[in-house]
Nanobody
Framework: QLQLVESGGGLVQPGGSLRLSCAAP????????IGWFRQAPGKEREGVSC????????NYADSVKGRFTISTDNAKNTVYLQMNSLKPEDTGVYYC??????????????????WGQGTQVTVSS
């Protein structure tokens, strides 16, 4: 399994912003798809956004389109999730995950096989 390390979570007021980072200290992102997923208490883990190093547009869940942006810094082997206009319903544990481009099909948890430990995001006044 590949090592992924998330950071950047925290407590923010509604309407605020956070930037999450997913670092891959021991492998290059060039051959992988990276996804951000989240899990709220009592709910299933869901896909937020995924990006593929092979090109093409990243995809986003409908609930975050226009508010979240995923990006990659290949020099730093890091994937970011910029989250703006945060809402209370964005609260949850956010995970990044990776899968080989050879296996990547959909931005769903079942398609990813390497996971970070998660970082808590809480949106509350």
């Amino acid at each position: 399994q590949l090592q992924l390390v998330e950071s950047g979570g925290g407590l923010v007021q509604p309407g605020g912003s956070l930037r999450l980072s997913c670092a891959a200290p021991r492998f290059t992102l060039d051959y992988y798809a990276i996804g951000w997923f989240r899990q709220a208490p009592g709910k299933e883990r869901e896909g937020v956004s995924c990006i593929s190093s092979s090109g093409g547009s990243p995809n986003y869940a409908d609930s975050v389109k226009g508010r979240f942006t995923i990006s990659t810094d290949n020099a730093k082997n890091t994937v970011y999730l910029q989250m703006n206009s945060l809402k209370p319903e964005d609260t949850g544990v956010y995970y990044c995950a990776a899968v080989s481009l050879l296996l990547f099909k959909l931005c769903v948890p079942a398609d990813f096989n390497s996971w970070g430990q998660g970082t808590q995001v809480t949106v509350s006044s």
